[in-house]
């Protein structure tokens, strides 16, 4: 990998969180932890969503003021006002939930506040120059002139991971930065990490890919329920001493045999064409089915998903929903005919990060909940109560925002708004991204609880083995035609994975 531009940094040996405790209104997010990161290595931070990761972090980066407790660098305490203050002191965050500014270029956001002066004036020539050279060294193929909103999920997660890098950092903050990548585009940031590990760099990495901690992290410190549950050397860590360390034991469910397929269909998608996107697709959705689509990033499942629910227009092609063709559809429509969708960006479209956790779970459901022009607060009370216990939502007060929630439990709050609708159809754009173990457990069996119902799924998901695991049929898209439609019983993961990439 050709050397990107980040500067010789003088040597950090420890990052140390002492005693640390962080309380919200209504939440005890941090008790007490105390934990060591070392220099020039990957120092792994993991535990179940709501455990407490990224309030440390946060802390860690100034976006939080901890209750109580210290943070050192090299025996020195530090303490900063804010994220901005952090970064002027070499600590860069790569955070989970995307921060960019979509009106904005990749340039203009990878530089934002730090552009190069001529004069008075930004020297845009030099500003692009700056990102070309960087995107190429972290071998990104992106234009710096591209704006935000026209890139995909992924392509947004690696300008993220470059704006962090072009900090020169001395502490880099790795909130579940592979989330959104395929296998590819991980390689390529675990490139940049390991080249980050030669500078001396010191390297917090939180991930819920357990399988990635083998391959990037040198150590691991688990928090549990706000508590510090331990630390171990990746070199001689088990699977089972870590999942000890998160859960205890953790029961992971097969896909049960009691699920009966109707060979009624409910959804028949024909000749779906949008432009280069998806070309000619066709397939059939049955009753009480679990239908998965695989495919490698950038292969149209996100697409195909949102123009179905009418989010985006197709150019040609049919979409017969309860055996009526649907004629213009518009997510309105597509929600009155008993569908659901849960997106790929739950920060930006499947949540209002400013409105509650109780009226998050609501808005799908509005009309079943009114009266008139009133809320009937009786039934809306219900309809959230149901769902944080079936979801099991980890959260106080249902009246707090629900940016206060981990993104796990966002997550689910994104699941139970539509489950509240009683949908006769939902589909699922990658429900488990950034969820641990026991919470992706919980959402598999609502989806099989739904087949028991009668009610059919659609999930989308970059994890090619829960495909398996959840659904009954998966369909493989390539460069957006489907070109496989194979039994989840009949065929291995080392099968699709080769499938899905282009081979036989």
């Keep these: 990998m050709r050397g990107y531009n980040v500067k010789r940094v003088k040597m950090m040996s420890l990052l140390e969180v002492k005693n640390v405790s962080k309380q919200f209104p209504s939440t005890l997010a941090l ?19 709501g455990s407490g990761k990224s309030t440390m972090l946060k802390i860690i980066n100034g976006a939080h003021k901890a209750t109580s407790g210290e943070v050192f ?6 303490s900063f006002s804010s994220p901005e203050a952090a970064i002027e002191q070499g600590i860069a965050t790569v955070h989970q939930e995307l921060s960019l500014i979509p009106g904005m270029s990749v340039a203009e956001n990878i530089f934002l506040g730090r552009y190069p002066l001529k004069g008075m004036f930004v020297d845009w020539k030099k500003t692009y120059a700056m990102t070309t050279e960087l995107l190429e060294s972290m071998r990104i193929d992106i234009d710096p002139k591209a704006m935000i909103y026209s890139l995909s ?21 790795l909130d579940e930065p592979t989330s959104s990548l395929s296998r590819a585009e991980t390689e390529i940031l675990f490139d940049v990490i390991r080249e980050l590990k030669k500078k001396n760099v010191i390297i917090i990495y939180i991930s819920h890919r357990l399988q990635e901690l083998w391959e990037i992290a040198d150590t691991c410190t688990v928090l549990r329920d706000g508590l510090f549950a331990g630390r171990t050397d990746m070199q001689t860590a088990t699977h089972k001493q870590i999942l000890d ?19 009624e269909v409910v959804l028949s998608v024909r000749n779906l064409t949008i432009g280069k996107k998806v070309q000619d697709v066709s397939f059939d959705l049955h009753k009480a089915e679990v239908l998965g689509i695989a495919g490698m990033l950038g292969s149209g499942r996100t697409e195909l998903l949102r123009a179905i629910f009418g989010i985006d227009p197709f150019d040609s092609g049919n979409i017969i929903l309860g055996g009526e063709k649907i004629t213009r559809a518009t997510p309105q429509k ?79 709050v994104v699941v139970g708004n539509w489950l509240n609708n009683k949908p006769t159809l939902m589909m699922f754009d990658e429900p488990s991204r950034g969820i ?4 992706k457990q919980q959402i598999f069996k609502i989806i099989w609880e739904l087949s028991r119902q009668g009610i ?41 994975y080769s499938r899905c990439m282009g081979g036989e």
Aim: some cysteine; overall charge negative; charged content about 25%.
């Design 245 to 263: 360390m998160m859960f205890g034991d953790v029961e992971i469910s097969a896909r049960p045999s009691d699920l009966e397929v109707s060979s």
């Design 153 to 173: 999920m992924w392509q947004c997660q690696m300008i993220e991971i470059a704006k962090a890098v072009s900090t020169d950092p001395k502490v880099i903050l």
């Design 456 to 496: 059919s799924s659609i999930v989308v998901s970059s994890e090619l083995e829960e495909l398996l695991e959840v659904c009954h049929r998966v369909i493989i898209m390539r460069y957006g035609k489907v070109t496989g439609d194979l039994v989840a019983d009949d065929v291995s993961i080392e099968t699709l």
């Design 436 to 439: 641990d173990v026991n919470a």
């Design 31 to 49: 008790n007490n932890v105390s934990a060591t990161f070392e220099s020039g290595k990957v120092n792994a931070l993991i535990g179940k969503n």
């Design 334 to 412: 597509m929600k009155e005919r008993g569908m659901g969708l849960t997106p790929e960006d739950r920060k930006h479209e499947g949540l209002v990060q400013l409105m509650s956790i109780k009226d998050n779970l609501c808005v799908a459901s509005l009309r079943r909940i009114s009266k008139g022009l009133f809320i009937d607060t009786k039934k809306e009370a219900q309809f959230v109560q149901e769902q944080i216990e079936r979801l099991q939502i980890r959260c106080g007060d249902i009246n707090d925002p629900v940016s206060s929630l981990s993104g796990g439990n966002q997550q689910k």
């Design 73 to 78: 660098i090299n025996g020195e305490m530090v």
